[in-house]
C-alpha cells in the first residue's frame, strides 16, 4: 500500500494526521454552510474533510458556484467512522474543516478603525451560547463591523461557531471589558429608553444588549449616550436577544442599500 489507508485517496492520511494536529488549537467548521462562508470572506482553512466528496461539489453547484474550485481542491474524501471519530457531532452535509481565528490584533484594529461606516454589536455578558452565534449570523448578514463580548463568554466557543455558521470571519470578533469598548456613540437597548423608531442610528453607533437573564451591567449602563427601547406590546417581558439585535440594525440598516454579497452565491 501506498501512503493511504484503505478506502481512501491520494492525501487523505496526511489530511487527517493534519486535522489531528491541529483540532485543539484551530476553528471548526461545521458542514458545508460554514465553510462556504469561511471560505468566501478569507478564512485560512489548511484542512477540511468529507465522507462523500462528489456530493459537497454537487451542492457547492447548487448553492454556491463561487466557492466549487477552492472546496475540489481542499476537500480530503475519508470513510464515515474515521470523519465521525474527530468530529462527533457530524453536521447532515458531512463537511467538516479546520480554520486559523484570526488574530485578536487584527480584530481590535478593525474595530478602532475611524471613521466607521457600519455599527458594532456588543453583548454585554451573554450567556447563552446560541444566542452569541446568532447575533454574529445576523451581524455579518448587516454589514456590521463586528461583535463584541463582555464578561466570561468566549465568542469564539465551538458553540458560538456553529451557530454562526461560519460567519464569524465575515466580521470582527472579540471579548473586551467595558473601558474597552470601540470609540463612537453608545445606543444601549433598554425597556426605559426612547423608541427607537424616532431614531436615526448613526453609522458608527455602538449599540449594546443586555444579557438575556439581568439586562444591561451598571458598567454599560453607565457609558451610555443614548438608552433606546424597541416597540413591544404591554405585559410581554422581552424579546429573545437575537431577535433584537435583528431588529435593532434593520432600524439602521431601513436607512441604507441592501448589504452587498458575492457574485454568483444563492445561499
Known amino acids: 500500500m501506498s501512503g493511504t489507508d484503505e478506502g481512501e485517496g491520494p492525501g487523505t492520511a496526511d ?8 483540532a485543539a488549537t484551530s476553528v471548526l467548521l461545521d458542514g458545508f454552510h460554514a465553510l462556504k462562508h469561511a471560505l468566501r470572506f478569507g478564512a485560512r482553512v489548511p ?5 462523500d466528496k462528489a456530493a459537497a461539489l454537487a451542492l457547492a453547484e447548487d ?3 463561487d466557492v466549487t474550485d477552492a472546496l475540489d481542491g481542499l476537500l480530503a474524501e475519508t470513510d464515515d467512522a474515521t470523519l465521525r471519530a474527530l468530529v462527533p457531532r457530524l453536521h447532515p452535509t458531512a463537511v467538516a474543516a479546520l480554520a486559523v481565528r484570526p488574530s485578536r490584533a487584527a480584530n481590535l484594529e478593525v474595530l478602532a478603525r475611524r471613521p466607521r461606516t457600519t455599527p458594532v454589536v456588543v453583548l454585554d455578558d451573554p450567556r447563552n451560547l446560541g444566542n452569541a452565534g446568532a ?5 455579518a448578514g448587516f454589514g456590521a463591523t463586528g461583535v463584541v463580548t463582555t464578561g466570561t463568554l468566549d465568542p469564539w466557543h465551538p458553540t458560538v461557531v456553529r451557530g454562526g455558521a461560519g460567519l464569524h470571519f465575515a466580521t470582527a470578533v472579540e471579548r473586551l471589558d467595558v473601558d474597552e469598548l470601540p470609540p463612537g456613540p453608545v445606543f444601549a437597548l433598554d ?3 426612547e423608541d427607537i423608531r424616532g431614531l436615526k442610528l448613526p453609522d458608527d453607533a455602538v449599540l449594546a444588549f443586555g444579557s438575556e437573564r439581568s439586562g444591561l451591567s451598571p458598567e454599560l449602563r453607565a457609558r451610555a ?3 433606546v427601547s424597541l416597540p413591544m406590546r404591554p405585559q410581554v417581558s422581552s424579546y429573545n436577544l437575537a431577535t433584537s439585535v435583528g431588529m ?20
Not at 484542512?47 to 465522507?51: I, K, M, Q, R
Not at 435593532?248 to 445561499?267: E, Q
Open 191 to 193: 425597556a426605559e429608553g
Open 135 to 139: 447575533v454574529i449570523r445576523l451581524a
Open 47 to 51: 484542512v477540511a474533510l468529507t465522507s
Open 15 to 22: 489530511a487527517v494526521r493534519v486535522w489531528r494536529g491541529l
Open 63 to 65: 448553492l454556491a458556484p
Open 225 to 227: 449616550e443614548h438608552l
Open 248 to 267: 435593532t440594525l434593520f432600524h439602521w440598516s431601513s436607512l441604507h442599500g441592501p448589504a452587498g454579497g458575492p457574485p454568483g452565491a444563492k445561499d
